[in-house]
């Protein structure tokens, strides 16, 4: 069932080169299940994955994976998963008076995400909820450091992608700001929203996928020829499943 996901996200594929993938989350809508789902993928196929979350905690998704039928904890135990709580550790560190930074929080990202690469040599990225970076204190120069940061280190190594997830309050919030200039440094950009007409018992909300990879797939190629794709999706326990508009 999360197939025509991964497939429409090109997580099927093998390139040559990294990529940068940023999940838009707009009006209201949460974007986690693409995290399910991957993670899911990346089980069944035994690679190597660092998630680092400001969202949702590791026991989330680990009791979604049980409905999704793999075992999230079994592979964090086995250390083919990391799952770095950015959240907890920046939150600790405010109560402790102790305020992180920037520089701080990005060194222990690349240390862990090394440390997983000489280990596994390919290692894939998932950054859950970057904008809520901004309620544990930190400005829009920080948070844009640290993803520059980890979007160059990813691009240097291989076979890897960076999936960065970034909730958009308002068009006049600065998680807009932040989601236009991640969104200029993707490869493959989702714009995940939830119903303008609220809940519905057959959809669950529009996802927009755009491709911009040919922006880097060839440096002596300047042409810019975006593509995309527009669906509906519908969430259940065991994943999602993706409509085309007008089929529902």
């Not at 995290?35 to 680092?52: D, E, M, Q, R």
């Not at 999704?68 to 770095?84: A, E, H, P, R, T």
């Not at 550790?89 to 920037?102: A, G, H, R």
């Not at 000489?118 to 309620?135: E, M, P, Q, R």
């Amino acid at each position: 069932m999360t197939s025509d996901l991964l497939t429409s996200l090109q997580l099927d594929k093998t390139f040559d080169s990294s990529r940068i993938i940023v999940v838009k989350e707009l009006n209201g809508c949460d974007s986690s299940f693409i995290t399910s789902c991957v993670l899911g993928h990346c089980v069944k196929n035994k690679n190597a994955v660092f998630v680092i979350s400001a969202h949702h905690s590791l026991q989330h998704y680990h009791n979604v994976g049980l409905k999704m039928n793999y075992n999230l904890q079994k592979s964090v135990d086995s250390g083919i998963i990391n799952f770095y709580d950015v959240g907890e550790v920046i939150t600790n560190s405010i109560l402790d008076n102790k305020c992180l930074t920037s520089q701080e929080i990005w060194l222990k990202i690349k240390e862990i995400l090394l440390e997983m690469h000489k280990k596994f040599n390919s290692v894939n990225v998932i950054f859950d909820g970057v904008s809520h970076l901004f309620d544990l204190q930190l400005n829009i120069r920080q948070v844009n450091e640290i993803c520059k940061e980890l979007i160059d280190l990813i691009r240097s190594l291989s076979n890897s992608y960076l999936i960065l997830q970034c909730n958009v309050a308002c068009d006049d919030d600065i998680t807009y700001v932040l989601a236009n200039l991640l969104s200029h440094k993707a490869n493959t950009l989702a714009e995940v929203e939830s119903l303008s007409s609220g809940l519905s018992a057959d959809v669950s909300g529009h996802l927009n996928i755009k491709y911009l990879s040919n922006k880097y797939e060839n440096e002596h190629r300047y042409i810019f020829e975006p593509r995309s794709a527009q669906y509906l999706f519908k969430l259940f326990d065991r994943g999602v499943k993706l409509l085309a508009p007008g089929t529902v």
